[in-house]
């Protein structure tokens, strides 16, 4: 389940679309491609490290990312850290140390790019060299929240600085950044600090590998003297967030979190003790934001602060709505959905707790009038609680989500029992199913799809197989759900039963999972008898069910006919009686199979394909294959008109489609010019072309 865009969105929600239903993994991939910064950002998110053990002790740290310059009128710097996701909003956090005998006036809280007395410039280095990065626009987010303050610096003392640079698509190819902070003497008070200050070039990895680099780091450094303040609620515009996104009657915790979430990844390097320390400290200081407060207190919680833990536990008491909400937020933050081993046992007791209390939530607000009061398990099911409790795989949730399953039929609950694997709830699940499949196809999507874990049941296959041929759903949603599940399990004794439903595209596609010779005559005497080959040159159209079912046919066949489905395949794409949509499915099975003879017609794609998940998908396969052919291919493709693709599905085509190449080429070839094509052709004719460590 994911939670809306209003919502706290869990790290690592992202990658675990293919957990929710395993044989989804193609929609996981295709929404890693529309949205590569939350990608980016959800895989490190994911790799969080667990304390070290004598068994498993932390990496060595690299010393250049604790390297210091030379001071400047006895201050010194270094870039203590980077957002972990460069391409959405990459600000930059700098360490400042007074190393003079006096105390420094030095600017301090969250930078812009420029602001009152002072700059912030950024450079990347690239393949080609140093480049500067360009100032941000006037509608930068960062920039809205920049917030200096002045911090009078001991000596000896530290002071972390945010730095908020604006985004650079030079940031995700970068092999190193330097940062340099100017404070002009005209600006500057009498005493106050004023200079040129540059910190040593920080060497870079991809952003993708980035955090392993720096899991040495996490939990040892000293937490600084002095820390710039966070976003407060009342900061994110009168309907809670600088793009106008949500409203005040949903709940705030999950605004605040967005809105601080690169400052939370950079206190994951410093002390636990000392940073649950500083945020009781800031909590209890605060009186008017209750999110915020709440923050403070999951930030103390995570870190095994017992207090922080108490005002969470003590929150979930309330039964208003909103704050309710907000609590169950900061409960999940807290838990970290176990990317750092084990659940804490007291959030997953609060969570189990949560859906067992009967206790009616009020609804207060303009917004919320007319709502009649809810249990507070009510609530807690349309939260993320029984998606974590299913990704963590506590057991300990299965009676009551087995209770839940047997009051109300909830397919939340249903979910998570699948994830979580549990044989005693395998009888509930096919009790539900039968009870409530006519429900609605959300109902049946989640049962089948939590049925379908329990492959190894021998009770599981016969009922959706019955199901799939009595049942009357309400439209055919239903039934394709139960076919991906069979499909899923490779379920054999499902295929009569599919072979009856070839009106589904769904399936079809379960049979070539399946992998039965049985289905084979039948597709082909479909494919001469009843399917009409579409027409060529037939404007786009992609409820077209007669050519979905033709497409996914041949792609069957070619999976069920041949020991090698690749020339089938390759035929297939260059059809022009496909439409431009109807060659995805085709590429992501080239991807999987990964051969070198499918690189000139992905190639093809790329030059001339109108969709835009298919050109993107097209971009990734390539990057998979070290080979001239694919990497001169993919150069040539910089010159590729992609303004003609469907502006519905890529709102920016040329932008996001040469950045696409750009990362498919780094990985092919290691070379970080970024979306420069001069700059790749000039490389490839020189050296790249030459270089055997690239086949054919």
């Given at each position: 389940?994911?939670?809306?865009?209003?919502?706290?969105?869990?790290r690592g929600?992202?990658?675990?679309?293919?957990?929710?239903?395993?044989?989804?993994?193609?929609?996981?991939?295709?929404?890693?491609?529309?949205?590569?910064?939350?990608?980016?950002?959800?895989?490190?998110?994911?790799?969080?490290?667990?304390?070290?053990?004598?068994?498993?002790?932390?990496?060595?740290?690299?010393?250049?990312?604790?390297?210091?310059?030379?001071?400047?009128?006895?201050?010194?710097?270094?870039?203590?850290?980077?957002?972990?996701?460069?391409?959405?909003?990459?600000?930059?956090?700098?360490?400042?140390?007074?190393?003079?005998?006096?105390?420094?006036?030095?600017?301090?809280?969250?930078?812009?790019?420029?602001?009152?007395?002072?700059?912030?410039?950024?450079?990347?280095?690239?393949?080609?060299?140093?480049?500067?990065?360009?100032?941000?626009?006037?509608?930068?987010?960062?920039?809205?929240?920049?917030k200096?303050?002045?911090?009078?610096l001991?000596?000896?003392?530290?002071?972390?600085?945010?730095?908020?640079?604006?985004?650079?698509?030079?940031?995700?190819?970068?092999?190193?950044?330097?940062?340099?902070?100017?404070?002009?003497?005209?600006?500057?008070?009498?005493?106050?600090?004023?200079?040129?200050?540059?910190?040593?070039?920080?060497?870079?990895?991809?952003?993708?590998?980035?955090?392993?680099?720096e899991?040495?780091?996490?939990?040892?450094?000293?937490?600084?003297?002095?820390?710039?303040?966070?976003?407060?609620?009342d900061?994110?515009?009168?309907?809670g967030?600088?793009?106008?996104?949500?409203?005040?009657?949903?709940?705030?915790?999950?605004?605040?979190?967005?809105?601080?979430?690169?400052?939370?990844?950079?206190?994951?390097?410093?002390?636990?003790?000392?940073?649950?320390?500083?945020?009781?400290?800031?909590?209890?200081?605060?009186?008017?934001?209750l999110?915020?407060?709440?923050?403070?207190?999951?930030?103390?919680?995570?870190?095994g602060?017992?207090?922080?833990?108490?005002?969470?536990?003590?929150?979930?008491?309330?039964?208003?709505?909103?704050?309710?909400?907000?609590?169950?937020?900061?409960?999940?933050?807290?838990?970290?959905?176990?990317?750092?081993?084990?659940?804490?046992?007291?959030?997953?007791?609060?969570?189990?707790?949560?859906?067992?209390?009967?206790?009616?939530?009020?609804?207060?607000?303009?917004?919320?009038?007319?709502?009649?009061?809810?249990?507070?398990?009510?609530?807690?099911?349309?939260?993320e609680?029984?998606?974590?409790?299913?990704?963590?795989?506590?057991?300990?949730?299965?009676?009551?989500?087995?209770?839940?399953?047997?009051?109300?039929?909830?397919w939340?609950?249903?979910?998570?029992?699948?994830?979580?694997?549990?044989?005693?709830?395998?009888?509930?699940?096919?009790?539900?199913?039968?009870n409530?499949?006519?429900?609605?196809?959300?109902?049946?999507?989640?049962?089948?799809?939590?049925?379908?874990?329990?492959?190894?049941?021998?009770r599981?296959?016969?009922?959706?197989?019955?199901?799939?041929?009595?049942?009357?759903?309400?439209?055919?949603?239903?039934?394709?759900?139960?076919?991906?599940?069979?499909?899923?399990?490779?379920?054999?004794?499902?295929?009569?039963?599919?072979?009856?439903?070839?009106?589904?595209?769904e399936?079809?596609?379960?049979?070539?999972?399946?992998?039965?010779?049985?289905?084979?005559?039948?597709?082909?005497?479909?494919?001469?008898?009843?399917?009409?080959?579409?027409?060529?040159?037939?404007?786009?159209?992609?409820?077209?069910?007669?050519?979905a079912?033709?497409?996914?046919?041949r792609?069957?066949?070619?999976?069920?006919?041949?020991?090698?489905?690749?020339?089938?395949?390759?035929?297939?794409m260059?059809?022009?009686?496909?439409?431009?949509?109807?060659?995805?499915?085709?590429?992501?099975?080239?991807?999987?199979?990964?051969?070198?003879?499918?690189?000139?017609?992905?190639?093809?794609?790329?030059?001339?394909?109108?969709?835009?998940?298919?050109?993107?998908?097209?971009?990734?396969?390539?990057g998979?294959f070290?080979?001239?052919?694919?990497?001169?291919?993919?150069?040539?493709?910089?010159?590729?008109?992609?303004?003609?693709?469907?502006?519905?599905?890529?709102?920016?085509?040329?932008?996001?489609?040469?950045?696409?190449?750009?990362?498919?080429?780094?990985?092919?070839?290691?070379?970080t010019?970024?979306?420069?094509?001069?700059?790749?052709?000039?490389?490839?004719?020189?050296?790249?072309?030459?270089?055997?460590?690239?086949?054919?």
């Open positions: 389940m994911m939670p809306s865009a209003t919502r706290f969105i869990p929600a992202m990658l675990s679309l293919s957990k929710i239903r395993p044989w989804r993994t193609k929609a996981c991939f295709l929404a890693c491609l529309a949205l590569p910064f939350l990608a980016a950002s959800c895989s490190k998110a994911t790799q969080t490290s667990v304390p070290a053990t004598a068994a498993q002790q932390p990496p060595p740290v690299d010393p250049a990312l604790l390297r210091w310059s030379e001071p400047v009128g006895g201050l010194r710097a270094r870039i203590e850290c980077l957002s972990e996701s460069r391409y959405y909003m990459p600000p930059a956090f700098i360490l400042l140390q007074n190393t003079s005998a006096a105390p420094l006036t030095i600017p301090g809280g969250t930078l812009g790019y420029e602001g009152p007395g002072y700059r912030v410039d950024v450079e990347w280095l690239t393949s080609a060299g140093w480049q500067k990065a360009p100032p941000p626009g006037p509608n930068d987010e960062g920039q809205k929240l920049a200096p303050k002045q911090v009078t001991p000596p000896g003392k530290t002071c972390l600085v945010q730095c908020n640079v604006g985004w650079c698509e030079l940031a995700e190819f970068a092999q190193a950044v330097r940062i340099t902070l100017t404070i002009t003497a005209s600006s500057a008070k009498p005493g106050n600090w004023a200079g040129r200050l540059e910190t040593p070039p920080r060497p870079l990895l991809p952003p993708d590998v980035e955090w392993e680099r899991k040495g780091l996490v939990g040892t450094r000293p937490l600084p003297d002095y820390l710039p303040e966070f976003v407060h609620s900061s994110l515009g009168p309907s967030g600088i793009y106008g996104f949500g409203n005040r009657s949903e709940p705030s915790f999950g605004r605040v979190w967005s809105f601080n979430r690169e400052f939370l990844d950079a206190l994951k390097r410093y002390r636990p003790t000392e940073v649950g320390s500083e945020m009781m400290r800031r909590m209890r200081a605060e009186k008017r934001d999110p915020l407060k709440l923050l403070y207190a999951a930030l103390a919680a995570e870190r602060n017992a207090d922080g833990k108490a005002y969470i536990l003590d929150q979930l008491k309330v039964t208003r709505y909103k704050l309710l909400k907000d609590s169950f937020d900061a409960l999940f933050y807290c838990g970290d959905y176990g990317q750092r081993g084990p659940m804490p046992q007291w959030v997953s007791d609060a969570m189990i707790a949560a859906l067992g209390d009967s206790r009616l939530v009020v609804f207060t607000g303009k917004e919320m009038e007319g709502n009649e009061p809810e249990p507070v398990w009510s609530i807690a099911l349309s939260t609680i029984p998606y974590i409790l299913g990704e963590t795989k506590v057991r300990e949730a299965v009676p009551v989500l087995m209770e839940l399953m047997r009051r109300h039929g909830s939340a609950a249903a979910e998570a029992l699948g994830k979580i694997g549990d044989a005693r709830a395998v009888p509930i699940l096919l009790t539900a199913f039968e409530h499949v006519r429900a609605s196809s959300r109902c049946v999507d989640s049962f089948a799809g939590a049925l379908a874990q329990f492959k190894d049941d021998a599981v296959v016969p009922a959706l197989i019955e199901a799939l041929g009595k049942i009357e759903f309400k439209d055919e949603t239903g039934r394709d759900s139960i076919a991906e599940a069979l499909g899923y399990m490779k379920a054999k004794a499902a295929v009569p039963a599919l072979l009856k439903r070839l009106n589904s595209p399936a079809i596609k379960a049979l070539g999972l399946i992998g039965d010779p049985r289905a084979i005559e039948p597709l082909r005497r479909l494919l001469v008898t009843e399917l009409r080959e579409p027409p060529i040159g037939q404007e786009d159209n992609e409820h077209t069910a007669g050519l079912r033709w497409t996914e046919t792609i069957t066949l070619a999976r069920l006919e041949n020991a090698d489905p690749v020339p089938a395949l390759c035929e297939l260059i059809d022009p009686r496909l439409y431009d949509h109807n060659r995805y499915e085709i590429v992501i099975e080239l991807t999987e199979l990964r051969d070198p003879r499918a690189v000139p017609f992905l190639l093809r794609v790329v030059k001339s394909n109108r969709d835009g998940f298919t050109v993107h998908a097209a971009i990734h396969a390539l998979e070290k080979r001239k052919d694919a990497v001169a291919g993919l150069i040539e493709c910089f010159d590729v008109d992609f303004k003609r693709m469907n502006p519905n599905k890529d709102a920016d085509p040329m932008r996001n489609c040469r950045r696409a190449i750009a990362k498919s080429l780094y990985k092919m070839t290691g070379q010019f970024g979306p420069d094509p001069q700059a790749w052709r000039t490389w490839w004719a020189k050296e790249g072309c030459n270089d055997p460590a690239f086949g054919p």
